[in-house]
Structures are given as C-alpha cells and as structure tokens.
C-alpha cells in the first residue's frame, strides 16, 4: 500500500553522504611531504648559512645595487611606455608610412632578446665609432660625440629594456584603444572636438585604464628583466651580490639575499597594483549608469566643461 504524499520523503530529508576520495588523500600527503621536504632544505639545512644571509641583507653594496635596480625598472617602465603609446597611436593612424614605421618597430623589438640588445648596444662602437648630427654622406658635422662616451653599460641596459618593453607596451594600449567604445568618439566629434583632442580627453585615458593590469604585470617582470644587466657588469642588485661571494666564496646565502630582495619587491609591487587595479574598478563604476554602459550626458557635461 502506497504512503499517502505527506508521510512521503521529501528531498530535504535525504542527507548528503560525503566519499573520500582517494586522489584528495594522495595529494594531501604528497604535499605534506613535499613542505617537510622543503622545509628541512631551507630551514634546517646549516648550508643555507642565514647568519651570513642576515649580516648582508642590508650591506651597503647590496643595498646600492637595490637602488639601481629600482631605478633600471623606473626608467625603462616610463620611456617604454612613453614609446609604447607614440607607436600605438602611429599604428591606428591613417598613414601607411606611419602604420608600416611602428609595425616595423614592434616586430624587431619584440623578436629580439633584451639580453641580445644590451649586449649590441654597448658594442655599438664596433659598428658606429662616432655619433654625429651634420650633412649626411660624408658633409661637414656640426656636432659629434665618441660612442663609447654615449654608450655607457647603464644606457646600453636602458635602451635594451625600454625598447623592449615599448613594444609591448604599443601592443597593449593598441588593444586599449580599440576596446574604446565607437559610440564615445561620435559623441565627442559632435561637441567639435578634434582628433588629438579626442584622443587625449576621452580615448587615451580610458584606454590607459583598460591596460593598468597587463602594466603592472609588465613592470613585475621589468623588475626581474634587470638581472639581466649583470652581463654588462652593471652593479645591479644580482651583480652586486656576485660581487661580494666572489670575494667572500659564500655564494649560496649572497643567492639568498638577492632573491629574498627580489620577492620583497615583487610583493610590494604587487601590492600596488591591485590596489590601483581595486581604486580604478571603484571610479569606472561610480561613472557608469546603472545599466553598466557609459553615459553619454555625463560625456557631454564633462567635455562641455573642458571646452
């Protein structure tokens, strides 16, 4: 005899009954061993030599190469960025010369190595032994300069990074640009606005906002493309703890301070970013309706204002 519909079981009363599984378990025990592992390499391992590693994490000449290292990131970041939107720009234009210059730009440099550039430019002498501005072919000069005066290894290590970067950097804000609504600039070009003027008021800084996250991974990894300028004996942070473990032959706790300086870095750079990422979210959604789209009245008010 069949149970009348309210003595029946409903759903909610069936408890979930939960399964082991057994390559939950596995893991769970190959990480254990893998953190005591790593754990008795770090810590207990008398190799390691922390004291040593303390009595240099602020060493003087460990601390001047930070300071170099920072400074390399710095000024590659602003001068790759600074090439970066004249070749984007260049690339959305409407002249073939233009486009073909910045497309050329971005292929070569984008293809080639920083490491490979660094080292050409600081033996630009072998090829160029003098810098001059005058008459082309052989005309008189007005101004010369010894390239090895010029190229020094800290230039020749800034030109390789921001030449790098800067071709990434054109990639990106081109894709920035373009994910700029169509909508915006007829709404813009009604209000009489011209070309560089839209561009500068309404396309470039939302486009910058689109490619803050790609940046700051960008400006991550220039932190750590710096080492690379240890090859030109520029005393950067790697170079300088180089410096001191072959005087001192302790090259493992010097290997130490370098990397424990470069994940210090790499946490606070983090750290800004998605701070920033956070502020720019909070402001694009304060400026957007509540459909989430642009409001052209507020477009039309702000460059009224502007104008």
């Given at each position: ?82 090439i970066g939107v004249i070749l984007a720009v260049m690339r959305l234009s409407g002249s073939k010369v233009f486009q073909a210059a910045s497309w050329g ?53 800034i030109m390789g990074l921001a030449f790098t970067e800067s071709a990434y950097a054109a990639e990106m804000i081109r894709a920035g640009i373009q994910a ?67 005087r001192t032959y302790q090259t493992v706790p010097l290997l130490l301070v370098a990397t424990i300086w470069y994940l210090v870095l790499t946490t606070i ?39």
């Open positions: 005899m069949s149970q009348p519909p309210s003595q029946r079981p409903s759903i909610h009363d069936v408890k979930a009954i939960a399964i082991p599984k057994i390559g939950h378990w596995v893991g769970g025990v190959a990480l254990a061993v893998f953190v005591v592992i790593f754990l008795q390499v770090l810590v207990i391992n008398k190799n390691m030599q922390w004291e040593v590693v303390g009595q240099y994490m602020f060493n003087r000449s460990i601390l001047s190469g930070l300071g170099t290292t920072l400074l390399l990131t710095f000024l590659a970041m602003v001068l790759g960025l600074l730009w971005i292929w070569f440099f984008r293809g080639v190595p920083p490491l490979v550039q660094m080292v050409f430019w600081y033996n630009l002498a072998l090829l160029l032994p003098e810098i001059s501005i005058g008459v082309p072919f052989d005309g008189p000069k007005l101004i010369s300069w010894q390239t090895n005066d010029l190229i020094t290894p800290f230039s020749a290590a700029v609504s169509g909508g915006q600039t007829e709404a813009a070009a009604t209000l009489g606005m011209t070309r560089w003027q839209l561009m500068r008021r309404i396309v470039l800084p939302q486009a910058l906002r689109i490619v803050i996250p790609p940046i700051g991974n960008d400006t991550i990894s220039m932190l750590k493309f710096t080492s690379l300028v240890s090859v030109l004996a520029l005393p950067d942070l790697l170079y300088s703890a180089q410096l001191v473990y072959a750079l983090t750290i800004v970013e998605h701070a920033v990422e956070h502020r720019l979210k909070s402001e694009h959604h304060s400026s957007t309706g509540k459909s989430g789209g642009f409001s052209f009245f507020r477009l039309f008010g702000r460059q009224q204002e502007a104008l």
